[in-house]
């Protein structure tokens, strides 16, 4: 019982991980906290299942044109929602013109997908059921393959080291000349990347559902409000440790109020820790 | 010269009362059309309408939240929920003897307050996103809950609505029923919109860092409306529970929260006509759509993206004509101080303020360090030196906006509350800032009465119902603040939209605020900056007759003409150390301050 608690959280945590990367990776680029990153992770399973299932292709061709379909998504989320409202950042519009693009993606898919949980193909066929089940470990190891790609992108590449520069200070990033705009819009991209490998490594667990996205963009936010916005290890950790309480929660209390659980903890700590518990102090207001 | 201001203070005053009547009556005519609708058309219209009415009760409330207090409460269609749940169960009898259902929503909207409160609280502390995602993690739990709960929700087969008595038990009986509840909430929402109360979100919403120095409390504040918006939320779900005549998880999608806060941002912020007609136009719009119907929040949330980039003020800019016509180009600020024995009649006298070893460390700059200071009442005390010289952090300090780590800082004897700024204006001390931070899309006039909140009596409730106290203190406050903007002669301005002003002008209008809340001491932090030489004169001849008055004044400056012009005391800091200190004859042959600072 708790190898297989531990199996379900370690997989579930892997993917609300991915996901507070995906939102921390968006941050990063333009300070915007956006409620598209849910929504690439549900879409992740839904192209994976539309490609693999519905259209035949070989998993390969499938996966790669999933992250092809998110990328794109990224870079709309970038233009549509995100460009017109960098000038005025402090009223906070951001957070409506992201929630329309996530409620129009959401409204799209489940009129042209289905409204209904949809299957989402198996990936290698390896194991049947128990914990050594693929549909187990394949969000693990996507999250690690990200962190590890993403730590050679940000320490050996000249455009992972113009990422961080971006991130650390947009100003003077600018005035040494980075191009700073084509820079945000290929950040989205890569956040498009990692969500849908998110939705396409947790596919077998979440299957391909429309009402994924709203409930991503909670579980997901979970980690990155914890561990502090723009923190990818505290989004790591904090997305594994919610994905552990939950299960266990889940065994312990059932299904439906381990989310009630779930929820006022996380309120309880947030408002504890309103900077999360590895983020920065507040910025001067006067 | 005050005789004639007086007169245009009375003729101001039966423009205020017209101004707020003709926003009060597009709303009548909103609800007489709405009566006359059973006439005119058949059961299914009627419908239609109740509905409409039913989700206004509930956005009527929202607007507080999300168009006045700019807290961004997605996912309120939990607490529509909630109170359809309660009302129904209670009526049902599920756990309890079959209740009343008139009873059972009064029960609901009691209930709805507390969780009114629960959802609201991280408003208090989180930031826009993460309240945003809080309200919305609520919305899930509750439905889930509904779900779960199968002994007394019915689970997801459901439970039906509560049935009122005849007459309301008929299309038209129900549809007048919910309307007359409607017209009610509007009118207590009008209410709240037009008092210290409405202003004071507005200024929590865009000004946040002078609603604190004015002494408001935000979450005082924000718990009141929270309570309130619950509670109508939750009326709205009895009704909507009734209207549904059977209540199952599914009827309550997230679809529904994102009408409501679409409803209110369509509408207009700080409006209650935009929000009232963006409700019934998103009711309405699936119905002449009817094909549509599928893609209608898919619309809506089109409509949102369109409203954000496009057009931010809403439906309620688009019928603002007034701010359409141009103001008078060649304005030139002329203060009368005359009126000032009038502005300051209610001032209290106090003792000295005084920064005793005072310390603030910023990482590893020091930018107070051990700094000792006396400011006295009828004085003007200078606080000069180059940038980063810890003017405005000590500033901010007295102004509790800086907690200090060593020091104290005394007022007639008695400590102030470090780092709590909200608690300043009780104790008279009023500031103004660096750049004015002044609510563009308020009036005027409406800038200048915030200063006075705190002298406001009334409770929320005495606004809502319009009682007695409630009129005398906007009567006060209105009076007070006309006089305040007469003396610095702005008064022609009072019901321009202030992001309309010049730099200077808003200047000036932070000065009247300040002045409202009766201040022993007044705290300016560099008035001049981007005044013209005409206006820095003026500026300081209002100082000094603010100053003769009793008034002690700490002027934060970088024009040393105008200090050493007026300043009775004048202190020079340089590194957040006090370099020197006396009268300005003395500080303008000290050694070490004309090579630092002055030049030679």
């Known amino acids: 019982m708790l190898a297989s608690i531990l199996a379900s959280g370690l997989a ?22 956006s409620f598209t990153a849910g929504q690439l992770g549900m879409l992740g399973g839904v192209f994976g299942s539309l490609f693999v299932l519905r259209l035949g292709m070989p998993m390969i061709i499938g996966l790669l044109f999933t992250f092809a379909c998110c990328a794109i998504i990224g ?37 042209e997908w289905s409204t209904e949980p949809q299957p989402f193909p198996r990936i290698f066929g390896i194991g049947s059921g128990g914990i050594t089940d693929e549909r187990f470990w394949l969000p693990i190891v996507a999250c690690a393959a990200t962190i590890i790609g993403l730590e050679l992108l940000y320490r050996r590449t000249l455009i992972g080291h113009a990422f961080l520069a971006i ?55 979970i980690p990155v409000a914890l561990g502090g916005l723009g923190n990818n290890r505290g989004a790591i950790v904090g997305g594994f440790a919610l994905g552990i309480f939950q299960q266990t929660a889940n065994f312990l209390v059932g299904g439906i109020f381990s989310s009630v659980v779930v929820f006022v903890i996380f309120i309880i700590l947030l408002l504890a820790a309103p900077q999360g518990l590895f983020g920065a102090s507040a910025t001067r207001r006067v | 010269m005050q005789g004639v201001a007086s007169a245009g203070a009375a003729a101001k005053e039966t423009n205020y009362a017209s101004v707020a009547w003709s926003q009060f009556v597009p709303l009548v005519v909103v609800f007489v059309l709405a009566i006359v609708v059973p006439f005119v058309s058949n059961d299914y219209w009627v419908l239609i309408a109740t509905r409409a009415a039913v989700y206004w009760v509930l956005v009527a409330g929202l607007n507080l939240m999300i168009g006045f207090a700019g807290q961004l409460a997605i996912g309120y269609v939990a607490l529509l929920t909630l109170g359809a749940y309660i009302t129904s169960v209670l009526a049902a009898g599920n756990v309890m003897p079959p209740v009343n259902p008139f009873i059972a929503l009064g029960v609901a909207g009691l209930g709805g307050s507390v969780f009114g409160v629960i959802v609201g609280l991280p408003a208090l502390r989180l930031r826009t996103f993460y309240f945003a995602i809080s309200t919305l993690g609520f919305a899930t739990i509750v439905t889930q809950t509904a779900l779960a709960w199968q002994s007394v929700t019915g689970g997801g087969i459901g439970l039906p609505g509560p049935e009122f008595p005849a007459p309301l038990n008929t299309h038209w009986g129900f549809y007048y029923f919910c309307l007359a509840i ?129 057009a931010p003020g809403g439906i309620a800019a688009l019928l603002d004509f007034k701010s359409r016509n141009p103001l008078q180009s060649n304005r030139a600020i ?60 000590i500033l901010n300090v007295i102004s509790g906006f800086y907690r200090p780590e060593a020091g104290e800082v005394t007022f007639g004897g008695v400590q102030l509350d470090l780092g709590k700024p909200e608690t300043r204006a009780a104790r008279g001390i009023a500031r103004t800032f660096q750049t004015p931070r002044i609510i563009g899309e308020a009036s005027v006039l409406q800038n200048v009465m915030i200063g006075g909140t705190i002298r406001g009596r009334a409770t929320f409730a005495e606004t809502l119902l319009l009682l007695p106290r409630h009129r005398r203190d906007e009567a006060m406050l209105r009076k007070m603040a006309l006089q305040a903007l007469g003396s610095v002669g702005l008064e022609s301005l009072a019901d321009v939209r202030a992001d309309r002003l010049q730099h200077s002008e808003l200047r000036f209008i932070e000065i009247a605020r300040a002045l409202m809340s009766q201040p022993t001491f007044l705290l300016l932090d560099e008035p001049a900056a981007g005044l013209a030489a005409d206006e820095i004169q003026r500026l300081g001849q209002f100082i000094q007759e603010i100053v003769r008055r009793g ?13 050493f012009d007026i300043c009775h005391h004048v202190t020079v800091l340089n590194l957040g150390r006090v370099l020197a200190s006396g009268t300005p004859a003395e500080i303008r042959v000290h050694k070490e301050v004309v090579s630092a600072y002055l030049g030679g």
Not at chain 1, 12 to 33: H, K, P, Q
Not at chain 1, 184 to 211: D, K, T, W
Not at chain 2, 551 to 563: K, R
Request: hydrophobic share 55%.
């Open chain 2, 551 to 563: 008034v002690g004044v700490m002027l934060v400056e970088h024009h040393a003409d105008l200090i």
């Open chain 2, 334 to 393: 002329v203060p009368r101080p005359a009126l000032l024995d009038d502005v300051l009649a209610a001032r209290t006298r106090g003792g000295v303020i005084t920064l005793r070893n005072v310390v603030l460390k910023f990482g590893g700059v020091r930018a107070v360090d051990d700094v000792d200071l006396n400011i006295r009442p009828g004085e003007i005390h200078g606080l000069i030196g180059p940038n980063g010289s810890g003017k405005t952090t």
């Open chain 1, 75 to 111: 870079v709309i989320t970038e233009i549509v929602a995100v460009r017109p409202v960098l000038k005025s950042l402090d009223q906070h519009l951001y957070v409506l013109s992201t929630l329309a693009l996530a409620l129009m993606i959401q409204q799209v898919t489940a009129i």
């Open chain 1, 12 to 33: 579930m945590g892997a993917v609300y991980a991915l996901i507070g990367i995906t939102y921390n990776t968006m941050f990063s680029a333009s300070r915007v906290v």
């Open chain 1, 167 to 221: 991130a650390e200070d947009n100003f003077a990033a600018r005035a040494l000349g980075l191009p700073e705009r084509n820079l945000r819009i290929a950040s989205y991209a890569l956040a498009g990347m990692i969500g849908a490998l998110a939705g396409f490594s947790g596919g077998a667990l979440l299957l391909a559902f429309v009402a994924n996205g709203f409930l991503l963009n909670f579980y997901g936010f």
């Open chain 2, 182 to 310: 409607a017209a009610f909430c509007t009118w207590m929402t009008y209410n709240v919109a037009q008092s210290r109360f409405g202003r004071a979100l507005i200024a929590v919403r865009d000004a946040d860092v002078a609603a604190d120095a004015t002494g408001i409390s935000k979450p005082r504040l924000l718990i009141v409306v929270f309570l309130f918006c619950g509670a109508l939320a939750a009326v709205a779900g009895g009704l909507f529970a009734s209207l549904q005549t059977y209540i199952t998880p599914e009827a309550f999608t997230f679809d529904l929260s994102v009408l409501f806060f679409i409803a209110v941002l369509i509408g207009g912020r700080g409006s209650i006509l935009g929000p009232l007609l963006g409700t019934v136009i998103l009711t309405l719009l699936p119905e002449f759509a009817a094909p549509l119907a599928a893609w209608s929040t898919f619309l809506y949330a089109v409509l949102l993206l369109v409203i954000v980039l496009a």
